[in-house]
């Protein structure tokens, strides 16, 4: 049925959650570099509220850590589609691949600098 005729139903938007479930156990089970960003994460967060950063500091720590993860998220999504339809090694695979891992390290490496930049005085004030 065309989408826009289907009616409104609550069960099956909850049921979208199912879904959504399934792309988590998938990330976790292949993906090894997801597993590291999910752990930093947690220990990010654990650090935050260990050293009671401000609301800002925790709104940039916050929106880093979704923006990484979901970017992790579309690169194994393109990653399934290019060895769906490319098994074989091809030119264009390689750079469609190298792009998506690109964008996943940049917001990587900037949020590692956020984070120097949040927890280094902190830690500093902590430990000394
Ligand atoms: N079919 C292919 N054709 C050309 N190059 C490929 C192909 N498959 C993989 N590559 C190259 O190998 C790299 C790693 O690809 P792979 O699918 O193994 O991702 P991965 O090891 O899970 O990487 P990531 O750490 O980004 O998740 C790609 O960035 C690309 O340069």
Same mark, same amino acid.
């Given at each position: 049925?065309?989408?826009?005729?289907?009616?409104?139903?609550?069960?099956?938007?909850?049921?979208?959650?199912?879904?959504?479930?399934?792309?988590?156990? %998938? #990330?976790?089970? @292949?993906?090894? /570099?997801?597993? &590291?960003?999910? !752990?930093?994460?947690? =220990?990010?967060?654990?650090?935050?509220?260990?050293?009671?950063?401000?609301?800002?500091?925790?709104?940039?720590?916050?929106?880093?850590?979704?923006? %990484? #993860?979901?970017? @992790?998220?579309? /690169?194994?999504? &393109?990653?399934? !589609?290019?060895?769906? =339809?490319?098994?074989?090694?091809?030119?264009?695979?390689?750079?469609?691949?190298?792009?998506?891992?690109?964008?996943?390290?940049?917001?990587?490496?900037?949020?590692?600098?956020?984070?120097?930049?949040?927890?280094?005085?902190?830690?500093?004030?902590?430990?000394?």
């Amino acid at each position: 049925m065309e989408k826009s005729k289907k009616k409104f139903s609550i069960k099956e938007r909850l049921l979208t959650f199912k879904h959504v479930f399934c792309g988590f156990k %998938v #990330l976790w089970a @292949e993906e090894h /570099n997801a597993r &590291i960003h999910i !752990i930093v994460s947690v =220990i990010v967060v654990i650090l935050g509220a260990l050293l009671d950063i401000s609301l800002t500091e925790w709104l940039i720590v916050l929106v880093l850590i979704g923006l %990484v #993860l979901s970017l @992790e998220i579309i /690169n194994t999504s &393109i990653e399934n !589609i290019c060895d769906y =339809i490319s098994p074989e090694w091809h030119m264009i695979i390689k750079k469609i691949k190298d792009l998506a891992a690109a964008a996943v390290f940049l917001a990587a490496m900037i949020s590692v600098v956020c984070r120097i930049i949040i927890f280094l005085p902190k830690l500093c004030d902590f430990f000394i």
